[in-house]
């Protein structure tokens, strides 16, 4: 691998253990922080702000600046990747996103990939890449193929996917050439992160939970180990995290299946239950609750001691169990850091 400067999140992304663990969080660049808001207030639409690399490269470096993380994750969305595959992609305040037309209406030859609209967020890296200090691991990301794909198909997010479910179920075919094109799109997407310059990357997975096993066995492990496969094929040294958000009991499956270097776990996994059932070695992110850090004071502290104690004799990064809220007060942040870090 060569000699460079120590970064520890890397290290431990890679098997090695390291106490205290590095630590980054979840949507660590956003509303919670007050340089955030302002830059946001100047910018317009959140789509405007992922798409300017001058504005998003400040957004990533803004939590580093602030709190030291260990490391940075770039701003973006997982929604760039339907947009770039000719979705009509816009935020709408208080509704989410929303993506026109819905493949539920469209035939999938409707679909084309626009590289250029990626361009911008490969700039975003290249920037933030050369303004990041030596220790700092670059995190890019996608959203896996599964989880892209219930936006995609609906037109907008719900809280069951059941025309997804149901899409699959009914025309596995045609459902199965939806997530083939999204794989194949995320591959280059990440490619292209990984050689602007992020060090690993993470698959986000947030609706995994809402899978059958076989179901889960056919969109969730096999498109995201053809990922992991592909990535590692051109670029063996570069770290892959999975996120299977609500995977519960089929964790095991789905690290064994996919063969990522690290897994997610979200906050409803009881962390010594996962430290048993998981692979020895593999290296585990999370999990902390993000209602334990808006809740602070001896709250957090219980939560962290658990997990610290739990994954005290595996590889651990230590995170969110999912995103942190824009509620939390910046001061529960800087407890937070010094409770992990001492």
């Known amino acids: 691998m060569g000699s460079g400067p120590d970064r520890p999140l890397l290290a431990v992304l890679r098997g090695e253990r390291r106490n205290p663990p590095p630590v980054w969080l979840m949507r660590q660049a956003g509303r919670y922080l007050p340089e955030y808001r302002e830059l946001r207030a100047t910018k317009g639409g959140f789509l405007e702000l992922c798409y300017d690399p001058e504005a998003a490269a400040e957004v990533t470096l803004q939590p580093i600046r602030r709190f030291g993380f260990d490391g940075a994750i770039l701003f973006s969305d997982i929604l760039v990747i339907p947009h770039a595959l000719g979705q009509d992609l816009s935020f709408t305040v208080g509704e989410g996103p929303r993506l026109a037309p819905p493949l539920k209406d469209m035939p999938l030859e409707g679909l084309r990939t626009a590289h250029e609209r990626l361009r911008p ?201 999912h995103g942190i809220t824009p509620e939390v007060p910046v001061a529960h942040v800087e407890q937070l850091l010094e409770l992990v870090r001492t």
């Open 121 to 321: 967020i490969y700039e975003t890296v290249r920037r933030v890449a050369a303004a990041l200090p030596p220790e700092t691991t670059f995190l890019g990301f996608a959203g896996s193929p599964w989880t892209v794909a219930t936006y995609m198909v609906a037109g907008e997010g719900s809280k069951d996917q059941a025309e997804t479910r149901r899409l699959a179920y009914l025309e596995p075919e045609r459902f199965g050439a939806i997530i083939h094109v999204i794989a194949e799109l995320t591959v280059e997407y990440l490619t292209g992160q990984i050689e602007a310059g992020v060090h690993a990357v993470q698959l986000f997975d947030s609706w995994s939970g809402t899978l059958s096993p076989e179901q889960f066995s056919s969109w969730v492990i096999e498109p995201n180990a053809r990922i992991v496969r592909e990535l590692r094929k051109r670029h063996p040294e570069t770290p892959v995290i999975g996120f299977p958000k609500g995977a519960g009991g089929k964790l095991a499956l789905y690290a064994q299946g996919t063969g990522v270097d690290a897994i997610g776990i979200d906050e409803t996994v009881d962390p010594h239950w996962a430290n048993e059932v998981l692979p020895e070695g593999l290296t585990v992110q999370g999990n902390l609750d993000p209602l334990a850090l808006l809740a602070g004071g001896k709250t957090l502290e219980r939560a962290v001691a658990v997990i610290r104690e739990a994954f005290a004799n595996r590889p651990h990064v230590f995170n969110l169990g």
